[in-house]
Each structure stands twice: as structure tokens, then as C-alpha cells.
């Protein structure tokens, strides 16, 4: 999942020809004094945090400024912040519009009708959770053959628009629609829509990627999710991974058994930190990196239950006791192995010979970490 | 499910010459399945464990009257490995291949749908039928023929589950490995009618997951249109909201798609519902017992 | 042909504010159509000739029940229109809009299909089944309840050729006027099962034209699997080679679609040929009488 | 029907990726020297005569040119023909390429299964009709998805391309493929494709663009079909018009009542020269312009067949008069006249009042226009 911030997603909509707010991107309070005093953003101006935390609003995030002077106070001010947990690097100037209405529009995948949506209402400006769903209209896609006029029709019904703006509606869901299909879109949304005069401005740009679109869109590359650190390099290198709270590292392959795992471990008073899904591989190197990764979390137990299919029990027995001979003794940490499935005989025997003893009952092996954990918090 | 697998399944396997395709095609073959074709453009008139190769499944399906696909093609030409299974007329096809984007499952699903191909996948284990024929990598050690159908959304927790029903001395008629991605060929309702017509499945085991709405949108075909017992897991009930378990599927939103809202509906519906997978296979046991009593 | 107009048919008129619309919504009422509802966007609200008109044919159905469209909208906004039909669930349309693009006929053709809508046309006179009801633009004067069916590619000679039948004192069960464009939505043997199936029809008058191949085809299937008379006539056989005579289908070329071998197609396949349009009515109630001598 | 003159063909193919020879257009012998001193067109180079018909090889219309002065030569000799009827007014001066292979490539619609087909030959460079059926592959190609990577490789195999040819083939068929798709063309046609070296070019082109989807196209208006003056008023009155070599005149409505009307004329020994398709019209302005275009096309006689139902009797009762007053005495015809249909009685009631009759029957009315004609020819 790629999300992009406001600017990157008003960057996506320009190449798609949705009206946009004339502004720019500042990194700095003299860059954005710059940029206002280079007519680069018209005055009055707003200064809004790029973060991809919402209720940007109400935090403080989102400033006003009517002299070059104020637009770099309101910066500095934004720039020093934490929003949400996220620094922000970024403020988008834009020159402030007189609007008329907000609306809402977007468009993500229904994945029961197997097809996009189109959903509108006329309610913008507001989360849209918080809309009432009878003020919400919803229109599935078909992909073929594609946005059709009479939905379009029924769009700008539903947002009570005629004239002039219905028309400027018309461009808009074009390049929405447009932009969902060519850019790999998991969401585009816009939030608000601005009624301004005749036509319509989006306000706000809400675009994410799809990540198995990755390899259509390069572009996309740089742009990362907020995930931690080790979440990065867990990322690079292909193994899911998820830091939470607790203390027991999990180390399963799949997600469902990842996530069956966490619940028969909390089950029996754990509490799980951090989940290491090693999907499916036969590369033993790939198990002793993914088991040097949990490491460096450092757990204070870790339950590894594999059940191998793709991944063979054997591959990840020995990536892992290829792995234990690299972690430091201060850093290791109590191992509880349970590994079935196929090529379970040779698995469960390159364990033993390290002196790690496999169990096959989940619900027991499960009970030996939580209490395992417990031993070594103690 | 002799509708779907039988004695008349022939099976054709693109993507065999990589690693994965070549693995389970040895595989399918040791449960029994006839692996008669594989498919690989620029591989043709080779062979691969004894199965010959083809440039076309259009050739292959003509060559050896393959009815069945199995896709291990990488991501990026999976959409078009699918179309042209497709094209060849083919009726059943398990896309095992992880990571296609939704937009091109998308095309395929629509397309399959219009032009009378059954998707299984993608991302997925596939299906398998003990004493007929098996499409797709489930562990051929699980397996026990039987009378329990199985349907999951989930992977390797699926292999865990069949593997505890044969455990505990029970067999499967037919097991479906659905797979989590957003846009699936094959749902929970889809395959649902499926084991209601089937004379070899008297009880379902159904394996959710948290997100989406598959679960909620099973139990209402289960409380209307379904008459035999079914036992149900759903995994996650203690992940944290908006923390991605590994599936794009897995992601918790807006409140719909809850462990919670799942568990509910399945219940309402009228299944047994199982806290843990260990649970499961004495929940079959109980219910099968009955069943042979009344 | 029940299966297609029966008492239960309500007429929703796509266009029906332009004249065309307008002046065929009072004859189809005149035929004793229910003609329940218009649409034109923008002109939601309004009435013509007592018909109530809405912005969508969403609203048109879900206040009126309308279950077939009769498209009578400008070329350009065609296909629009007939996805718009097919989106909310109409199961029979009937465009008789000229000059849409074929490219766009190729996506409302196969859209409709995979939704199930039959689309008859474009470019085409409609459907008609008298003492039921009537969805298109053929004449009411040609027409009289009756035993023979008809189908053809052309416009006005159709007229012709039914009124010759009424004239003759015979009558038809069901007039399909199928439109001579390159892309139709059904063709004759996509209505010849229809007539087959049909307990109301004894006879067909297949009426073609020059250029494509859909007589040769519809022959194939008369051949194969049609039981009951047919009397054919093609239009065009001293059309000179590569002349256009004003349907894009009415061209000449490679030698195939010629008059000689749609005929002899026909006869091979049982048919009686007439050779000019008057022709048709003798042929038809030799054939009838000889039927009922039997 | 748009046919493009290759030039122009070449023009859509370049706006699509697919390779073409270096070259240009002349209008004058001069123009052609010039184009080759320039270094527009390398030496040696191929002149080729812009016609719409096909054989121009054989017929004198493409010559070969190692200078500028055979260049210039050529173009005169070529420009100076009357080629199967049609005034060369354009040359079209390309490079002439070492080629290995001659094939054929062909996207059209197939009407049966209502889908494009894509048609590869192997043996390209002859026209495709003289071809064996064994040696063309066919593959039907679904709008949704689009042209597939396995179409195109079914397409390398049957052309027996591997390589580089291969790759090429493939930006050629993607381009072809949306050439056929956003041109709303009814055929894009390459023959021959040439075998270069390590790819593929296209030496000639035939683009034929569907008349019904000119609201997309305005820049195609200004080419035109091979009608006759006549036919090109007709065309702009919308009224469907085509010109024989017979001596009667026919005006029916629609296509085949049109044809059916021939027909019958043949039968009793007519010889039709002229047909007016009224098509459907309610206004009778254009069916007096329709007579008053027949009347300048000078048939022997004219038999009026009209069946009505959007095209009402009366209309062309009213049209019909109208024009009668306006023909010359000079240019008068014998009329025979039938109407049928939607306001019949009102019709011959109109006709009445003018002194013409109208008879019910079309074997006898069809008799009596072939009767006419004869008379007036004696």
C-alpha cells in the first residue's frame, strides 16, 4: 500500500486534468515565504502539514496566512510539529478559494461485487464515515466499459449539481476514473470537492497505490508506507513483517496461521510483538535472515510454528539453526519450534541435532512460549 | 465435488518449467492427478517430469484434451497466463501465483465469469478432491479421503486444519484454498452451493479470516440456502486494527470485516463456531457422530 | 413468441422527447403496447403523450416496472443509453438508432450478453408480436394476428413482405427486424431457436439481404436444427459487385455473401426461395394450406 | 467509408509506434527531385502512385529511382497516369529497403462472431485473397481485455518470427491493435510487413475508417471516398444515392426494398441506372432535393417505390410534387409511382391532385417503369 501525500496525490490528479488549487510545496519557512512572495501562491493562502494522518484541521496542522510573512510563520510553526506520531517534512501552500459547497467523491474497489465504486456525496469537507449512508450514493464500475455518461448523470445527481459545475463534474470523474485504472489505485478520493464559481477545485488529494502494481510504476518506488525501520528492511527483503507491543516474537508462515498463532498465544496470557510472516520460500538464507530480523526486535521468546508446504519444514530448520549461530549470546532468546507439514521427518531432525526439540500440539507448544516469555521477563 | 474435479480431470500446468510449477506438478501427480501438459512459452516440445511442454494451452488442450489449469507464472504475466486459459476453453482454473494486482484479477475475473472459466485464486492453495485429482500445492500429506469439505481463505492455516481432521482420524471430501486477496475467482458463496449439491460432503468446515466481508456474505447464504452442519474458524480475532497481517485482504476497516462481526454472523447462521484451530476436528468429530446417530 | 413480448412486456422509450420517440410511443400504444415510461436526461419530471418521463432508466424501472427498452437516441449517445438499459436489468432492447459506430455496437453487444440483456438491432425496424405487443417502429397497418413468422435484415421491405402477408389474409405470430448493420445484437440464428421453440409460429419467411454471411449461417442451422417451414427471400441478387447500396453490411466482397450463395445455402438447407418479394405470400399459403391438408 | 491513400495510412501508423520507411509525399515531378536532393527521401528510393486501388506494381504506378533526376522521372511518368480510372495526383517517395521477408498483417471485423479478427500471413507482399486458407491464421481478439501477449505470440509463431523480428512484431501489433481501436477503422492492413534486418517495416498501408463514427473523427472529413459528383451531393444531403450504368431511375426507402426494387426491374428487362435510398425522413424538402438530384442524373424513366413507415406516404407525396414544378420541362421523365404503408390514402390522394397515379402492385408497377423507359428510349 503506497500512500501518497496531499501534493503527490495533487500531482497524480494534475496529469489526469482535475482542477486544482494554484500552490506549492515547502520544505522550509523561507521556502514557503519564498514562494508566496515569487507568485508562486497566490494570497490569502493555507498551509497544510503533508501528513497522511487525518483530522489535520483540528491538530493544528492546517494554517492561514495573508501576507509572505505570515505564510513562513505558519510554517515554521507546522514544520515543528508532530503530527500523529509523524514529523512533518512537508507543507503544501495553496491559494485560499471562495467555495461554495464541498462534496465528496471517490472511488475504491468493492471487493464482494468484484469491481470498483464510484461513491459521492454531497456531504464533503467532513469524515466520511460520519456521513449517514442514506447521504451517500454508491455506483459499481464495470471496468468494461468503463465510467459510462449515465453514471456520471447520476453522480451529479446525487451531489445536486447542474449547470456548470455538473459539467466541470464530468472532466473530474474522467480523470478520476482514469487515474484509479492507470495508476493502479487502491482509493483516489477527493475531500473536498469545491463548488467555486461554475466549476469545481479539489481541495484535497487522497491517492493510494497498490503494491502489486509495483512493478508498472517505478515512479511510486521512493514513496514509503509508514512502517518502523525494521518494517522497511523487512519489506526489502520480502518477509512480512508487523511490530506491535507485546514481548513474544512469531515467527509462522502464512497469514492466516500468523494470525491463528496470535490468537491461541494471547489465548494462554501472551503477548505477541512481533509477527514474521515468511510466506512461502525454499531458500533456507531467506529463513536465517528473516530470523536475524526478529532478533534485532528483540524478543523476550520466540514461538515459531511453520507448517510447510510451499515452505518446507527442512528449508526452515535450517535457515534457522544457521541463524542461532549468528546472534550473539546476549541477544539470544528462548525458542519454542513447532514444524509440520511437508518435510516434517527431515526438519524436525536437523533441529534435533542442534538441540531444539519440535512440538507438534499448537495448543502445547503455544502454552511452552507464553510461559517462556514469562521465564525471561522475570 | 465431481463437478469440479473427477475422473475426467487433465490437468495442464502453465508455468511448469519453473521451480514451483515443476515441484507440484511431481506433486499433483503422486495424488493422483493426471498432470498431462504444461505450458511455457519458448519451452515447447520439451518435457518436465516425464509431462510434455507446449508454446500454447491452446496446443496443449488440443494435444492432450487438458481441462483443468494450474498457473504458477510470475505476477506480472499472470493475467495474460489466465486469459488464455480462458481462450482454450478451459473450464477450471487455480491461479496459485501471490502479488497480481486487483486490477488485473479485476479483468480476469470478469472475463473468466463471461466466458464460462471458474477461477480459484489467486494467491491460493487451490483444490483437491482425496481419490480424484488435486490443482494447486496443498501438502498431499494432509489429506485423508473422506465426508468433511473444507473452504478457506487462508494458506498454510488451511493445511493445518485438514491436517488435524485427518489427525483425529476423519476424512475430506473436497478442500478449497480460496485465497486473501481483494478480488477472488471463487468466494465462500461461490463455493458454498457447490457443497450443497455434492453427495460426498456431509458437513463444512469454513476457515475465515478478519477483513472484508466474505464471512458475513457466507453466513447469510448459510442461513437461507444451506442445510448441512458447518463448523467455522475465523483468524485474527486478537490482530490490531489497521496493522496489515501480510494479506492486502487482512486489513481492518471502518468497523466492517471485524473478528467480531464475523463470529456473530456466523453463529446467527447457525454454525458451530471454533475458538482455535485445535478446536475444530472434535467439533467434526461431535457433529459427524450425531449425524450417525440420527 | 412469449418468451420475448408477452402480456406482461412494459415499454420503457429511450428518447422518447425527440420526434421519433414521440410519434412511435403513440403508435406502439396504438398497437396495444403498455408504453409505461420515457427517458431523457434532464427531462425528468415531464409527460409525453401521457407518459411519464424520467432523468434514468434506473427510475423509469423502479417506478414503472418497464422491462424493454426501445432506444430511439441520437447515434453518438447510443451506446450510452443501451448500457444504461443493461445496468438496470433490462432484458429486451430494441435500438433502432442508425449509424452507431460498429465499435461501439462491439461493447454494447458484449456487455449486453454478459449481462443478459438481448439487444435487437441497432439500425433496425424492432420486434413486434401482434395481439401482444410491439417494441420498434414497423408499420401497425402491416400487421394481422396470425401463424407465420418472420425475420429479416431489411427496414421498409419487411414492411412490404408482412403486409403482403396480411394481404394474402394470413397474419404473423412474431416480425423480427433484425438490422442490416455489420454488428447486430441478434441475428437470424439467434432468432431462428426463438421460433422453433415458439407454439405459435408454423411457418418462417426469412427475408435477407447481400453482403455478410448471416444467411449462409442461418441456413447451417435450418439444415441442423430447425423442424419447421421456411420460406426465404435475399434482396439484392442484381446488386452489382462492390457498389455499396446504403447498409454498411450490403457489400460484395472475396466472392462470399453473394446473392447465389446465400440461395443455394438455403435451398440445400430445405427452404423454399421465392424470387421477388410477391412471391412470398403464394409460397407461404401453399405451404400453410399443404399443413393443413396434413 | 474513409479508404486512406497510403500516405495517409502511414500517417496513422506513425502516430502508433509502427515502423515505417523513411519518406515523403509529392505532388509534382519537381517537388519529388527536390524531396530527394534534400535528404527527405535516401537514395535509392521507391515512387509509388497514391491510389486506392491495388496491382499498382504491375500497372506502371511504382518505379524505382537510384537519383534524383530517375526520382523526378518517375514522378512525372507516375503522376501523368490514369491508374484503373483514378487521376494520380499524389507520389509517395520512400527509401528502398534491403528486406529478407514479405508478410502480412491485417486487423477487420468479423461480423459473424462480432469481434475483431487479427489476420498473419507468412507469405505477405501478394494479395491476401490469392492466398491459401492454410497458409492465413485468424484469431478473433476481444475488445476486453485487448489485444493479449499470447495473441501476439500465436501471431510471432504463425508469421515464424523469433528474435528480434519477434519483439518488433509486437510493438507492431500493439500499435495496429489500437490503431484499429481509436481510429474507429473497419480495416488496418499491412502488406507487406518487411522482414529489415533485426526488425519490421511497414512498406504499405491500408487504413479504411467506418463512416458511422465520423463524429469522432473530424480529421477525416476532407478525404473522400471514389464517388461520382453526384454521389458526393447525395452524400451531403444524407440521402443514399448510387450511380450504374442502366437508364432507369429508382427511389425507394430503405436498403432493401431498394434492392428488392432492382430486383424486380431486371427481371421484366429493366436496366436501373440510378438508386435513391430515402432512407427515413419525414421532411419533404429532402425528398424534393432527393428528385431534383435524380432528375440531374438524366434517367429514361423513374420509379418511385415507397413503402411507408418513418418515411410517411404523404411526405413524399408532398416532396415529390414540390419538385416536379421545379424541372425543367427539358428534363422531364416518365414517373411511375407506388406507395404503401403509414398514411397511404393520403399520399395518393396528394398524387391524385397532380395527375399521378399511384398503382399497388409492384410486379405491375415495376413492368410499367420498364415499359416507360423503353418508350422514351425508342
Known amino acids: ?21 494554484r500552490g506549492a510545496v515547502a520544505r522550509s519557512a523561507e521556502e514557503a515565504e519564498a514562494l508566496v512572495r515569487d507568485g508562486a501562491v497566490p494570497l490569502p493562502c493555507v498551509v497544510k502539514a503533508q501528513v ?19 505564510a513562513r510563520d505558519a510554517a515554521a510553526a507546522i514544520l515543528a510539529l508532530e503530527f500523529k506520531g509523524e514529523k512533518v517534512k512537508e507543507v503544501l501552500l495553496e491559494e485560499k478559494l471562495a467555495l461554495a459547497h464541498e462534496l465528496y467523491l471517490a472511488i475504491t474497489l468493492d471487493r464482494s461485487a468484484r469491481l470498483p465504486v464510484l461513491i459521492t456525496s454531497a456531504r464533503g469537507g467532513v469524515e466520511i464515515e460520519s456521513v449517514a449512508d442514506t447521504e ?38 474522467t480523470g478520476l476514473w482514469r487515474a484509479f485504472m492507470a495508476e493502479d489505485a487502491e482509493l483516489v478520493e477527493i475531500n473536498p470537492l469545491a ?59 502464512g497469514a492466516g496461521l500468523t494470525m491463528a498463532t496470535l490468537d491461541v498465544l494471547k489465548e494462554f496470557g501472551g503477548d505477541p510483538g512481533v509477527f514474521l510472516d515468511l510466506g512461502g520460500t525454499d531458500d533456507p ?41 549468528q546472534v550473539p549470546a546476549a541477544e539470544r532468546f528462548p525458542l519454542v519450534a513447532r514444524i509440520r507439514g511437508n518435510n516434517e521427518k527431515e526438519g524436525i531432525e536437523i533441529l534435533r541435532a542442534a538441540g531444539i526439540t519440535s512440538t507438534p500440539n499448537l495448543r502445547e507448544s503455544a502454552q511452552a512460549a507464553v510461559a517462556a516469555a514469562r521465564g525471561a521477563g522475570a | 465435488m465431481t463437478t469440479l474435479l473427477n475422473r475426467e480431470t487433465r490437468v495442464v500446468i502453465q508455468g511448469i518449467t519453473g521451480h514451483q510449477g515443476t515441484v507440484h506438478a511431481r506433486q499433483m501427480r503422486e495424488f493422483g492427478t493426471p498432470v498431462v501438459a504444461g505450458v511455457t512459452p519458448g519451452k515447447g516440445g520439451s518435457t518436465v517430469e516425464g509431462v ?56 480476469m475475473y470478469h472475463y473468466a465469469r463471461a466466458h464460462g472459466t471458474r477461477i480459484i485464486g489467486p494467491n491460493c492453495p487451490g483444490i483437491a478432491s482425496p481419490g480424484y485429482a488435486k490443482v494447486g500445492i496443498i501438502p498431499n500429506v494432509v489429506f485423508r479421503p473422506g465426508r468433511i ?67 458475513e456474505e457466507a453466513a447469510e447464504y448459510i442461513q437461507h440456502h444451506f442445510t448441512k452442519p458447518v463448523v467455522a474458524y475465523i483468524a485474527g480475532r486478537s490482530a490490531p486494527p489497521g496493522k ?51
Not at chain 1, 488529494?205 to 523487512?234: G, M, N, Q, S
Not at chain 2, 471463487?186 to 452451493?193: G, H, I, K, Q, R
Not at chain 2, 485482504?249 to 447457525?270: D, H, N, Y
Open chain 1, 1 to 21: 500500500m503506497v500512500k501518497l501525500a496531499e501534493w503527490q496525490g495533487k500531482e497524480v490528479f494534475r496529469k489526469y486534468g482535475i482542477p486544482l488549487p
Open chain 1, 52 to 70: 497522511l494522518a487525518g483530522g489535520r484541521g483540528k491538530g493544528g496542522a492546517v494554517r492561514f496566512a495573508s501576507t509572505a510573512a505570515e
Open chain 1, 136 to 173: 451517500i450514493d454508491r455506483q459499481h464500475v464495470d471496468p468494461f466499459p468503463g465510467l459510462t455518461a449515465f453514471e456520471k448523470r447520476r453522480a451529479a445527481r446525487s451531489l445536486g449539481l447542474t449547470g456548470g459545475p455538473a459539467k466541470a463534474l464530468d472532466q473530474v470523474l
Open chain 1, 195 to 253: 463548488v467555486v464559481g461554475d466549476g469545481l477545485v479539489a481541495l484535497d488529494a487522497k491517492v493510494i497505490i497498490e503494491d502489486d502494481a509495483a512493478f508498472r510504476h517505478p515512479e511510486y518506488a521512493e514513496i514509503r508506507d509508514d512502517r518502523t525501520p525494521l518494517e522497511e528492511i523487512a519489506r526489502e527483503k520480502e518477509i512480512a513483517f508487523v511490530q506491535l507491543d507485546g514481548n513474544i516474537g512469531v515467527i509462522a508462515n
Open chain 1, 285 to 325: 538464507n531467506k529463513v536465517t535472515e528473516a530470523f536475524l530480523l526478529m532478533a534485532q526486535a528483540k524478543p523476550k521468546a520466540v514461538f515459531l510454528n511453520i507448517f510447510g508446504g510451499v515452505t518446507r519444514c527442512d528449508t526452515v530448520a535450517k535457515g534457522l539453526v544457521a541463524a542461532l549461530t
Open chain 2, 52 to 107: 510434455p511442454v507446449y508454446d500454447a494451452v491452446r496446443d496443449a488442450v488440443q494435444a492432450t484434451g487438458a481441462n483443468a489449469a494450474c498457473i504458477f507464472v510470475p505476477a506480472p504475466f499472470a493475467k495474460d497466463a489466465l486469459l488464455e486459459a480462458v481462450d482454450a476453453g478451459i473450464p477450471l482454473a487455480v491461479v496459485v501465483t501471490e502479488h497480481i494486482p486487483f486490477h488485473d484479477m479485476l479483468v
Open chain 2, 149 to 215: 469439505g473444507v473452504v478457506s481463505r487462508s494458506g498454510t492455516l488451511t493445511y493445518e486444519i485438514v491436517n488435524g481432521i485427518k489427525e483425529h482420524g476423519l476424512g475430506q471430501s473436497t478442500c478449497f484454498g480460496l485465497g486473501g486477496d481483494p478480488v477472488v475467482g471463487t468466494s465462500f458463496v461461490d463455493a458454498l452451493p457447490l457443497f450443497e449439491a455434492d453427495p460426498d460432503t456431509d458437513l463444512v468446515v469454513l476457515v475465515g479470516e478478519i477483513g472484508g466481508t466474505a464471512e
Open chain 2, 244 to 294: 496489515r497481517m501480510g494479506h492486502a485482504g487482512a486489513i481492518i476497516t471502518r468497523g466492517r470485516g471485524t473478528a467480531e462481526s464475523k463470529l456473530a454472523a456466523l453463529e446467527r447462521a447457525g454454525a458451530r463456531v471454533a475458538r482455535f484451530p485445535y478446536e475444530i476436528p472434535d467439533l467434526v468429530a461431535e457433529i459427524a457422530a450425531r449425524g450417525a446417530r440420527r
